[in-house]
């Protein structure tokens, strides 16, 4: 698997500007190139830049930053719907990888990037990496990878586990539902190892949550060994939709607090992310 080329839309907003540094960090560790895209969406509640600069100028200071030093920028500015372009602009330019800010539910100033993160991962045909305004960033040193027993994805699997052995991070297979006869528990395990064999790659290990709350269970587990991404296949779509939409994360009893890594099930041959 190799990450050829990253999205990311800004709109200058500081949320935005805290996902263009995740993306420098993939953009550095897997040699990409990386694609700066401003939208200016006419439906958007945020639509203005700061101050008196142009989009112009604010994306040739961007481009300027320490942390996207020696990197291969290219930037696009367009009008229209955020999740229609990032999807044209992914097609156009053979991304492989896409990482967005979004505005946690419980902040009531809603911007441009954050408003369509949900509507990106729904129709993307790459990974999403959803980085949650509350989250400032920090390298990757922790990843807790979450497990379908039933619907295994080995070569997804192996894929997530290869981009994340780039930056040396330690990835934790973790698999959530019951497990009276310890089954799941010894799959995983096996598992384990197939993908320290598979990937020649020994930072891997694996644990069994007993419980039926999937969606709280991995983020509270996550929380708990501070891990610095989550990432999930989605054919978990309803989960990752549940995640973003105010309406159900109001029922939860914690916001999301960890970037979070969709994986699309059906992906497009040149694998992305």
Not at 24 to 47: I, M, Q
Not at 90 to 119: C, F, P, W, Y
Not at 132 to 158: G, T, Y
């Amino acid at each position: 698997m190799k990450v050829k080329n990253i999205l990311v839309p800004v709109d200058f907003s500081e949320n935005s500007l805290n996902a263009l540094r995740y993306a420098g960090e993939f953009a550095r560790t897997s040699g990409a190139g990386l694609f700066v895209l401003h939208v200016a969406d006419p439906e958007a509640l945020v639509n203005e830049v700061k101050g008196n600069l142009s989009p112009e100028h604010l994306l040739s200071i961007v481009k300027k930053e320490d942390y996207l030093y020696g990197l291969r920028i290219t930037t696009i500015m367009e009008k229209g719907s955020v999740s229609a372009l990032v999807a044209a602009e992914s097609k156009e330019n053979n991304i492989d990888l896409v990482i967005m800010g979004t505005q946690g539910a419980g902040n009531l100033q809603r911007s441009l990037i954050g408003t369509h993160t949900t509507a990106v991962i729904s129709r993307s045909e790459c990974m999403v990496l959803a980085v949650p305004s509350q989250v400032k960033f920090a390298p990757i040193r922790k990843v807790v990878l979450a497990i379908d027993m039933e619907h295994r994805a080995d070569h997804l699997i192996q894929d997530t586990i290869n981009l994340f052995s780039k930056m040396e991070a330690a990835v934790l297979l973790v698999y959530v539902g019951s497990d009276e006869h310890h089954k799941q528990e010894h799959d995983l395990e096996l598992m384990t190892e197939e993908m320290k064999r598979s990937t020649g790659y020994n930072k891997i290990d694996c644990t069994v949550i007993h419980s039926h709350h999937f969606r709280e269970s991995i983020e509270q587990f996550s929380m708990d060994i501070d891990a610095d991404a989550i990432a999930m296949i989605t054919h978990h779509r309803n989960v990752f939709e549940s995640l973003f939409d105010p309406s159900q994360a109001k029922k939860m009893a914690y916001h999301m607090n960890t970037p979070l890594l969709a994986i699309p099930q059906k992906h497009k041959t040149t694998f992305f992310f």
